[in-house]
């Protein structure tokens, strides 16, 4: 009997789980690993809830070791370094681990000390993120304490994970602050780097609109640099090199994201420093035995666990059809999804593809808010992804 096909996974997040349950239920003859220093597991789109105080932190974390599927080895520990000529990668205790294929799925970078003061200054101060388990309580905090002023809320330039969340808070906080009285003493900012609230045409007109009828100030090209934390200062730069100093006494930071630097400096990278993969097979462009999905590829859609639960089926099927011998058949399109929610009654559910077309689920017209959508944020997606996506059934 010949020996099984060795897989290594990188990265147990949402695409190196969901990657490794499909293997698992494939009924092929594998021999998984999968790579994960983590101890805990985050279901991530749950931050912006717990960040506008509708569950604790605590609901979006799991153990790890409940969702390594069965059958499948977990090596905790971190990769440092791919040596995709010989087939293998090296974990930062030095040993080695061979495979037949490679699966890379490890997520991004938080860039923090990119804009300078931020690190120092964030979760005190009313300096908050959304972007950290252990920042996250921050913002709830600093929403429900603020009583007058300015709550600056920031968007970045660059890719970032789940390119709405940064306005997502912002339109919780000013529904808080609404129905707790304060919000004519509260000045809601949003400051984005980007020219535009969202960049599909399709449901940018109801975000505007949204804007509007909360009396939200926007500032576009205002990419924030540094956090004056003593005087309570969010500085911006504007496109033509000049800087913006806006006070604050609220500031949600969404910080700058790049690929892991364990990625940009190995062979696996594109120039940008991400895996990069053939965008509709996620196949890797120099390795055919390389796979990759999630945050750290190159894909050039807008990076959420709703594009993974598409791309990881897309992957198995051409990994297994490569492993045959069959030409690759399985074909990603692009498909991301962005939950935009509006507040705590509304969502505006934004599915769309690589040509930013929308690529919607339901029988109605997604560009406008419902409540029946922040239910499904609220109560249907967490359940969708802890029983369906992480298990290989959804
Ligand atoms: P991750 O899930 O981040 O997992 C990467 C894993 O790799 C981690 O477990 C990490 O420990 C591990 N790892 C890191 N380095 C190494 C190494 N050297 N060796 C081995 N393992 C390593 N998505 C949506 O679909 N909808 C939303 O509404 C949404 N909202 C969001 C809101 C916020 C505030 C945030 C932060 C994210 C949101 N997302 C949303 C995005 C979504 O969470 C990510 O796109 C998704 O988790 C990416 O999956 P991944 O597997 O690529 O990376």
Redesign the pocket.
Known sequence: MSSPTRVVI???????ITVAARLANSGESLKIQI????DK?YY??L??LVGAGVFPREESERNEADFIPPGVEWVKD??ESFQPDQNRVTLRDGRQLEYDYLVV???LQINWQNVKGLKEAVGKGGVCS??DYNTVDSTWEAIRNLKSGNAVFTQPSGVI??GG?PQKICYLAEDYFRQHGVRQQVNVIFASAAGMIFPVDRYRPSLERVIERKGIQTLYEHDLCEVRASTKEAVFRRPDGSEHAVRYDMLHATPPMGP?D?ISRSPLADAGGWVEVNKHTLQHARFANVFGL???SSLPTS??????RKQAPVLVENLLAQRAGKPLVGSYDGYT???LVTGYSGMILAEFDYDKQPAESFPFDQSQERYSMYLLKKHALPNLYWHGMLRGRA
Request: aromatic residues 10%.
């Open positions: 990188v990265g147990g997040g949402a695409g190196g790579v994960e220093p983590s597991h991530q789109p931050w912006t971190f990769v799925s490890p997520g959304n972007y994970k789940c969340a892991p364990f999630g945050d750290a990076k959420t666990g709703a594009a993974i999804s962005c939950p």
